[in-house]
């Protein structure tokens, strides 16, 4: 039983307070996760030439200025870091692949939590509430986010544990539910080359993913292949570069719910976690059909 948010503002003008209508749905959804709590939230993109890494550590005395120093050293590339706290952001023109491999390399307790250019991904162990101090989420802006609480069934209680998993460039997953395939499914990614840090049923849907877009199929596809392939109980909510993606296995079991107004669309596990933003006494709020997929910006 976990718990599942998204917010896309369709009104530029809304994007200064994103941090702020965005993080008491997290909140909100604290008794269906208190494990752990985790984030995307899409801002500031870079420029075409340029990748987003969003870096964790689990040693706290991470020099994050050194990497800054020995990545531009190593690949001759412009580097530059905003750090919070265990986490940092690292913008850089160097090849993305080759900035992956030397950090896997050289900087082996470091991971890469997600990567394009303007998604950032916070995630930590506790309750979500002091996971949206820790990362100053109330003041954060941009178009939008996804998050998640965790009430952990599959694995380990921990950071990397923790949602989002990322399913490419700018792209994310957060779930709530539980897949009965996922072993199965992991062995023959493996096999393909998709390398997993944890042992997370829902970092085994987000491998399924980027294994899909891998082979060209687009995102919509890559879901619907998706509905065909994972075998469980589930609600998936995607996070794009403009937008996100929702869907639900076909028996529908694990409950969510949708709204939209001209200024935005969200949805939740729970309605509770919509009830507070502006004009949703008006909006149109709808449960999301099994087995179908519903998309906005960039995942249609």
């Known amino acids: 039983m976990c718990g599942i948010v998204g917010l896309y503002l369709k009104d530029p003008n809304l994007q200064a307070n994103l941090g702020a209508l965005f993080a008491p749905m997290l909140i909100e959804m604290t008794d269906r996760g208190p494990d752990s709590a985790g984030f995307a939230i899409y801002r500031n993109p870079v420029d075409q030439h340029q990748t987003k890494f969003t870096l964790a550590s689990d040693e706290p005395d991470t020099d994050w200025t ?20 265990d986490h940092a952001v690292l913008v850089t023109d160097a090849d993305p692949f080759a900035t992956q491999a030397w950090l ?3 900087r082996p307790q470091i991971r890469v939590v997600g990567s394009g250019r303007s998604i950032e991904i916070f995630k930590q162990t506790g309750l979500p509430k002091d996971v949206v101090e820790q990362f100053k989420l ?3 802006h941009g178009s939008h986010a996804i998050g998640h609480t965790r009430m952990a069934t599959e694995s380990a209680v921990t950071t990397a544990g923790s949602h989002p998993f990322a399913t490419g460039l700018d792209l994310c ?13 992991r062995r023959g990614l493996e096999r393909s080359g998709i390398v997993f840090q944890t042992e997370n049923d829902t970092e085994v849907a987000a491998g399924f993913m980027t294994m899909k877009l891998r082979q060209g199929l687009s995102l919509h596809a890559a879901l619907e292949a998706g509905l065909v392939e994972l075998d469980g109980f589930y609600t998936f909510c995607v996070g794009t570069a ?21 200024g935005w669309v969200a949805m939740a596990t729970e309605y509770r976690a ?6 949703a006494d008006a909006a149109e709020i709808w449960e999301p059909e099994p087995h179908k997929i519903y998309t906005w910006g960039s995942a249609h």
Do not use: W, Y
């Open 173 to 185: 997953l957060v779930h709530n539910g539980s897949l009965s395939n996922h072993n199965h499914l």
């Open 242 to 262: 403009d937008g996100f993606a929702v869907m639900r296995d076909p028996f529908g079991c694990k409950h969510a719910v949708l709204a939209e107004t001209e």
């Open 274 to 279: 919509i009830a507070h933003l502006p004009g």
């Open 104 to 106: 896997a390399e050289t």
């Open 138 to 140: 109330v003041g954060a």
């Open 66 to 85: 050194s990497l800054g120093t020995a990545l531009k050293n190593a690949l001759n590339c412009q580097a530059r870091l905003d750090v919070h706290g």
